[in-house]
């Protein structure tokens, strides 16, 4: 079970780039990288996936090291409403190839003015 | 296209009680996953049902239960609740390619056992 570790806050202003970053020393081969955002009272939200390099969506950018060991969720000029908490996870791939998603505690980022 | 459906938004219930959640997930996913989520906390896995089978299941006592039907709806029972069941309960659905490629969120039913 590939653990991640990710801050528990930061902080940033209106406009700035933000770099997230997050630890899975244990992730397996099989395993993708995801990326949630979740506002308070709503369901997490899809924001990107990968599985190595780079992968560039319209609200985001993963970059995945070649040992895969670590990630960083980049967004691009924040604006307030990226006011939120950023999980990372790692796809648990069970022994009958079914995929559980498993949430750690998350990045809660707010963008002051 | 919807998107994940939960009902009822919000509910209210006394210790001791049963409680059944509803969960319609995204046009074309037949997979569901159900989630916790206590106030300042990440989502907490409960299980996960395809083909109207639990497939997996997460470090939940067997109060928690649930069902899948045909149509791939699911429900979440929980039974004899306690003061600690209080909190956000989430479903979640997917690809038919395990959910590799992201799974859809409901915006969940805040459960408060009083």
């Not at chain 2, 939940?60 to 429900?75: L, T, V």
Request: glycine share 8%; with cysteine; charged share 15%.
């Amino acid at each position: 079970l590939a653990k991640t570790t990710q801050p528990i806050s930061m902080d940033s202003y209106e406009g700035q780039e933000v770099n997230i970053t997050c630890s899975h020393n244990n992730i397996a081969t099989n395993d993708y990288i995801t990326w949630y955002q979740q506002f308070p009272s709503q369901g997490p939200r899809f924001i990107i996936q990968g599985y190595k390099t780079k992968v560039t969506n319209e609200v985001a950018s993963l970059f995945i090291p070649a040992d895969r060991k670590s990630s960083t969720l980049s967004l691009p000029r924040v604006s307030l409403s990226d006011t939120a908490v950023y999980y990372c996870l790692v796809g648990d791939l069970a022994g009958d190839s079914s995929y559980k998603l498993i949430f750690g505690s998350g990045t809660r980022l707010l963008v002051r003015p | 296209d919807a998107g994940v459906t939960q009902s009822p938004t919000h509910l209210i219930k006394t210790r001791g009680q049963q409680v059944t959640l509803r969960c319609s997930p995204k046009s074309g996913h037949d997979t569901v996953s159900w989630y916790q989520q206590a106030l300042g906390q990440g989502p907490q896995f409960i299980f996960q049902y395809y083909e109207e089978e639990e497939r997996q299941r997460g470090n939940f006592p067997d109060r928690f239960s649930g069902h899948q039907f045909p149509n791939y709806s699911s429900e979440l029972n929980v039974n004899a609740l306690l003061l600690g069941d209080s909190a956000l309960y989430l479903c979640a659905s997917s690809l038919p390619e395990k959910g590799r490629y992201g799974y859809t969120f409901g915006s969940g039913t805040r459960l408060t056992v009083v």
